[in-house]
């Protein structure tokens, strides 16, 4: 049985705002009023303070119900625990929770969520990034942001002295916008300078690029298709913003093993880390650096394997060598006649060129097609799973997805067991326990040795969190265990989220509650029911709101026409 906290004091621990003769003000835990019904609207409170309505402007107050701001914003709208967004006069700012004070006063024209934690804040043409404390980390001067991917995201900034201009160049590129960088936290770490820049999450660097003179701006692809080629220069910066090398390299760098391959006018060459030219672009070609090695190719029709000093470790290949990387030991290689195998590091071709499709090789094995069907082989050309089908896909862990002639899916190991036999519609390794199905429409899951945990019947997909999953068979909804066990039977016609270890269930038109086991803790009963929190719960009975503990019990009567749950006025973030 839990034990409520017991009040602080004749104004209790806890408020929540309810509203009762079209006007709300704030209760306490124990249903008396701290504050009289007497605003149009009324928030939670945060950090001591709560955002109220009246007389048709918006202010704040303080857990007491006395005036921090006086109400004279035309709007508030939340965007972070430390502040909101503040409107006046059809302009707007940013207000500190809690003190009340203007952090940065009305002045933007529009305000957008950028991220959880960056707001964009537009003021004339020009657009910047306001961050959850209300403080302008990306100064009023671009034009557009791109995804933040990572640590970082591609702005762009343009001449707005042509809007014409501006416009289509933010629609076509080129024109005279310029990019450049910014951090996760919103912070400008390269000036907008370059004519595009390329990333390279995956390994951490962005490629700068800029046009060579008199070079087309416009590379959108015209009514055939054909796109004309950037011509220019790329460079590498890291993530942090930190220029390793400017734009000198006539092809977009790649990244391997520690090294960038890199090409200057016709040839290619390669750069260490720090963009030191290492080894001379001297090669007609050559693949980027993996497992201390690359092929090249020093003039037309001929291929060598060099080691990072640009040693000659194998002078010649021979015919149908191909242009590929190690991995695990072993670079694809291509006949004449366009037939794939494997050589070594001696260039020896372990692996003879008989292979329709070859797959590099991860973990030993590789996938790979003879006769247009496909299989699974080892190092030495073995087939580990027999070429026996038309689609082979690497679900990660050493597991396998198979297709048969008629579409049907199933999963192999790395050993080559059938772990699941082609009959499902999809596969899916989602989790790192287990394999998710999809049959007829319906979902089912199973371990990762081909168990059941529960068959293809739910209509719902089968995903855990925090060892549950919610299942629904023939409209009816229920809970489920990683081990297919019903923590909550499949009876019910809704099942909400689980949220502190409580979830709503619905049965006809009526909610109730159940805790993280699956014991009934409310009745479903209640016309509307809000997540419990802080030992309270708000229901609504008969067109009315009210509060109840976690037993079910009544402690504040239905009788509001509208109520919040029961926070602590002074919590520091929202819950």
Same mark, same amino acid.
């Given at each position: 049985?839990?034990?409520?906290?017991?009040?602080?004091?004749?104004?209790? &621990?806890?408020?929540?705002?309810?509203?009762?003769?079209?006007?709300?003000?704030?209760?306490?835990?124990?249903?008396?009023?701290?504050?009289?019904?007497?605003?149009?609207?009324?928030?939670?409170? *945060?950090?001591?303070?709560?955002?109220?309505?009246?007389?048709?402007?918006?202010?704040?107050?303080?857990?007491?119900?006395?005036?921090?701001?006086?109400?004279?914003?035309?709007?508030?709208?939340?965007?972070?625990?430390?502040?909101?967004?503040?409107? &006046?006069?059809?302009?707007?700012?940013?207000?500190?929770?809690?003190?009340?004070?203007?952090?940065?006063?009305?002045?933007?024209?529009?305000?957008?969520?950028?991220?959880?934690?960056?707001?964009?804040?537009?003021?004339?043409?020009?657009?910047?990034?306001?961050?959850?404390?209300?403080?302008?980390?990306?100064?009023?001067?671009?034009?557009?942001?791109?995804?933040?991917?990572?640590?970082?995201?591609?702005?762009?900034?343009?001449?707005?002295?042509?809007?014409?201009?501006?416009?289509?160049?933010?629609?076509?590129?080129?024109?005279?916008?310029?990019?450049?960088?910014?951090?996760?936290?919103?912070?400008?770490?390269?000036?907008?300078?370059?004519?595009? *820049?390329?990333?390279?999450?995956?390994?951490?660097?962005?490629?700068?690029?800029?046009?060579?003179?008199?070079?087309?701006?416009?590379?959108?692809?015209?009514?055939?298709?054909?796109?004309? *080629?950037?011509?220019?220069?790329?460079?590498?910066?890291?993530?942090?913003?930190?220029?390793?090398?400017?734009?000198?390299?006539?092809?977009?760098?790649?990244?391997?093993?520690?090294?960038?391959? *890199?090409?200057?006018?016709?040839?290619?060459?390669?750069?260490?880390?720090?963009?030191?030219?290492?080894?001379?672009?001297?090669?007609?070609?050559?693949?980027?650096?993996?497992?201390?090695?690359?092929?090249?190719?020093?003039?037309?029709?001929?291929?060598?394997?060099?080691?990072?000093?640009?040693?000659?470790?194998?002078?010649?290949?021979?015919?149908?060598?191909?242009?590929?990387?190690?991995?695990?030991?072993?670079?694809?290689?291509?006949?004449?006649?366009?037939?794939?195998?494997?050589?070594?590091?001696?260039?020896?071709?372990?692996?003879?060129?008989?292979?329709?499709?070859?797959?590099?090789?991860?973990?030993?094995?590789?996938?790979?097609?003879?006769?247009?069907?496909?299989?699974?082989?080892?190092?030495?050309?073995?087939?580990?799973?027999?070429?026996?089908?038309?689609?082979?896909?690497?679900?990660?862990?050493?597991?396998?997805?198979?297709?048969?002639?008629?579409?049907?899916?199933?999963?192999?190991?790395?050993?080559?067991?059938?772990?699941?036999?082609?009959?499902?519609?999809?596969?899916?390794?989602?989790?790192?326990?287990?394999?998710?199905?999809?049959?007829?429409?319906?979902?089912?899951?199973?371990?990762?040795?081909?168990?059941?945990?529960?068959?293809?019947?739910?209509?719902?997909?089968?995903?855990?969190?925090?060892?549950?999953?919610?299942?629904?068979?023939?409209?009816?909804?229920?809970?489920?265990?990683?081990?297919?066990?019903?923590?909550?039977?499949?009876?019910?016609?809704?099942?909400?989220?689980?949220?502190?270890?409580?979830?709503?269930?619905?049965?006809?038109?009526?909610?109730?509650?159940?805790?993280?086991?699956?014991?009934?803790?409310?009745?479903?009963?209640?016309?509307?029911?809000?997540?419990?929190?802080?030992?309270?719960?708000?229901?609504?009975?008969?067109?009315?709101?009210?509060?109840?503990?976690?037993?079910?019990?009544?402690?504040?009567?239905?009788?509001?026409?509208?109520?919040?749950?029961?926070?602590?006025?002074?919590?520091?973030?929202?819950?």
């Amino acid at each position: 049985m839990l034990v409520l906290i017991s009040s602080c004091g004749s104004n209790g &621990k806890f408020r929540a705002p309810v509203k009762e003769n079209d006007k709300y003000g704030y209760i306490n835990e124990n249903g008396k009023y701290i504050v009289k019904p007497k605003f149009e609207v009324a928030w939670s409170f *945060i950090r001591g303070s709560a955002v109220v309505k009246e007389n048709g402007k918006y202010g704040i107050i303080d857990k007491d119900g006395k005036y921090i701001v006086e109400p004279q914003f035309d709007s508030v709208i939340p965007f972070s625990s430390a502040c909101c967004i503040i409107e &006046k006069d059809s302009a707007f700012g940013f207000m500190e929770n809690g003190s009340g004070k203007v952090i940065l006063k009305p002045q933007f024209k529009k305000v957008f969520y950028y991220t959880n934690k960056l707001c964009v804040v537009q003021k004339g043409k020009a657009l910047g990034l306001v961050n959850q404390d209300g403080k302008i980390v990306c100064p009023v001067v671009m034009q557009d942001f791109k995804d933040m991917i990572g640590r970082g995201a591609i702005v762009i900034q343009n001449d707005t002295s042509d809007e014409v201009n501006m416009l289509l160049s933010l629609i076509q590129g080129g024109g005279n916008s310029k990019k450049g960088l910014i951090n996760d936290k919103g912070e400008v770490i390269l000036s907008p300078k370059y004519d595009d *820049i390329f990333d390279d999450f995956t390994n951490g660097y962005y490629y700068p690029f800029l046009r060579s003179p008199g070079a087309p701006c416009d590379t959108t692809p015209d009514v055939d298709g054909e796109a004309p *080629i950037a011509v220019g220069t790329y460079g590498i910066i890291d993530t942090t913003g930190k220029i390793i090398i400017e734009p000198i390299f006539d092809e977009l760098p790649v990244f391997g093993d520690g090294m960038f391959r *890199i090409k200057k006018g016709n040839k290619y060459g390669y750069a260490d880390k720090n963009g030191n030219i290492i080894i001379q672009p001297t090669f007609t070609y050559g693949v980027a650096f993996s497992e201390g090695k690359a092929i090249v190719s020093p003039r037309e029709g001929k291929a060598s394997i060099i080691d990072k000093t640009g040693k000659i470790l194998v002078d010649d290949l021979g015919a149908g060598s191909g242009m590929y990387r190690f991995f695990n030991g072993l670079a694809r290689c291509r006949s004449i006649d366009g037939e794939y195998g494997y050589l070594d590091e001696t260039g020896k071709r372990v692996i003879a060129p008989i292979l329709d499709v070859a797959d590099d090789f991860e973990n030993n094995r590789a996938i790979v097609s003879l006769n247009h069907k496909y299989g699974l082989i080892d190092k030495t050309g073995k087939f580990i799973v027999p070429n026996d089908y038309y689609f082979f896909f690497n679900l990660g862990g050493g597991y396998y997805q198979t297709q048969d002639q008629d579409g049907k899916t199933g999963v192999v190991d790395s050993l080559g067991n059938e772990i699941l036999k082609p009959i499902y519609s999809e596969v899916f390794h989602l989790q790192n326990h287990f394999f998710t199905v999809e049959k007829d429409g319906l979902n089912g899951c199973y371990t990762l040795l081909g168990k059941e945990i529960f068959p293809p019947v739910s209509s719902s997909a089968i995903y855990f969190f925090n060892g549950r999953s919610k299942v629904i068979k023939d409209g009816k909804s229920g809970v489920i265990d990683s081990t297919g066990k019903f923590i909550v039977p499949m009876v019910y016609d809704s099942i909400g989220y689980f949220y502190k270890g409580y979830a709503n269930v619905l049965l006809g038109n009526k909610l109730g509650t159940v805790d993280s086991t699956g014991k009934v803790v409310i009745q479903p009963k209640y016309e509307e029911l809000k997540p419990f929190l802080n030992g309270y719960g708000v229901f609504k009975e008969e067109g009315k709101y009210g509060f109840i503990d976690l037993n079910g019990k009544v402690v504040i009567d239905a009788k509001f026409d509208a109520a919040s749950v029961l926070v602590d006025p002074d919590r520091k973030e929202f819950e």
